[in-house]
């Protein structure tokens, strides 16, 4: 068995395709499958899916906007959730980006860093039974919930920058980190250490990674793919900060200049397949299998594996492959 969690981040299309991807990890000794919220099924349904159509394995977000939903209607939905899977429900919090949040949503960014520690104390004020008034970006006054779990529902932080880290550290049972070289995992697991030493706070904490995965023989075949999604990242403030200290700055530079003068394809042709495999899964199951000890060496807990299947391949069977390829077995 290896020296890291496995878990499972689930990759169907559909509902249907969700409980049976997840069905499927935990036959094949995934520990636990997660679902995130973009613009397709939202993730309090997707978690409810999955939670009933699995037994053991845990159930998380990872993650959800916390600028989407109130802290009370979030506080509801988790304890919902810990009560329909008698206990196995994670609750992965995160800003999102300005695009989804202020544009698709109409809601105010706010300040990600303040507003998450805001959102986290009164979340666990609530899930603690407490009648809760607040001021500030999430006003409140005397709320609380007419029942709650008996077991406290985890809550880990998607974690980027430094700001961010030292937070997740500070207030999260667990981080989530994605896009991350093992060298970056390093760097945020020492400032999260050092936020936690400073706290004075000696409990569990878990450190996961999202990972992009696919089982092939040729990875060239699915650099279109990845290319695709990491151009968005790389256009991205936020997460230029972030690659560049990685040694990306150039790329960073470069790509965003390409895109401002409309040189689109360029810009897309310009994310190399040394920078994706820095920060994702392709190649053989060995060779994965290598980079996660990898990972695991440089501070990860836990991997959150999301199948990505060649552009043009029968998808469902794909998925279904690389699960049971990846999958530790029972």
């Known amino acids: 068995m290896p020296n890291y969690r496995l878990d499972l981040a689930v990759p169907g299309r559909d509902l249907f395709e969700q409980r049976e991807f997840a069905a499927l990890g935990e036959e094949r000794g995934f520990r636990g499958a997660w679902v995130s919220e973009v613009n397709g099924a939202d993730a309090v349904t997707q978690a409810a899916a999955i939670g009933s159509a699995t037994t053991s394995a845990r159930v998380g977000t990872a993650i959800v906007p916390i600028q989407t939903r109130d802290p ?15 206990g196995r429900f994670v609750l992965g919090l995160g800003t999102s980006t300005k695009v989804i949040v202020e544009d698709w949503h109409g809601r105010p960014w706010g300040k990600p860093v ?11 004020g609530l899930l603690s039974g407490e009648r809760v008034t607040a001021d500030g970006p999430f006003p409140m006054r005397r709320a609380s919930l ?34 991350v070289s093992p060298a970056q995992v390093r760097r945020s697991v020492g400032i999260m250490k050092e936020a936690r030493a400073t706290a004075g706070i000696d409990a569990p904490f878990e450190v996961s990674i999202y990972f992009r995965a696919t089982v092939t023989d040729d990875p060239e075949l699915a650099l279109p793919r990845y290319q695709q999604e990491l151009l968005t990242y790389v256009l991205a403030p936020v997460y ?33 397949m040394s920078f994706i495999a820095e920060r994702a899964l392709i190649g053989t199951a060995a060779s994965i299998r290598k980079q996660l000890e990898d990972y695991a060496a440089a501070g990860m807990d836990t991997a959150f594996i999301m199948p990505v299947p060649i552009p043009g391949s029968d998808y469902p069977r794909s998925c279904r492959e690389m699960i049971e390829a990846l999958g530790p077995g029972r």
């Open 240 to 272: 230029q900060t972030f690659f560049a200290r990685d040694g990306y700055a150039e790329l960073c530079a470069t790509t965003t200049e390409r895109w401002g003068r409309g040189e689109r394809e360029a810009a897309l042709k310009g994310v190399p």
């Open 72 to 86: 009370l209607l979030m506080a509801q939905t988790a304890t919902s959730l810990a009560e329909l899977t008698d």
């Open 114 to 124: 303040s507003g998450t520690r805001e959102y986290v104390r009164l979340m666990r």
């Open 146 to 179: 007419s029942s709650r779990n008996p077991r406290q529902v985890p809550i880990h932080l998607a974690a980027l920058n430094d700001a961010m880290l030292r937070l997740a550290g500070e207030i999260g049972d667990g981080a989530i980190l994605n896009f």
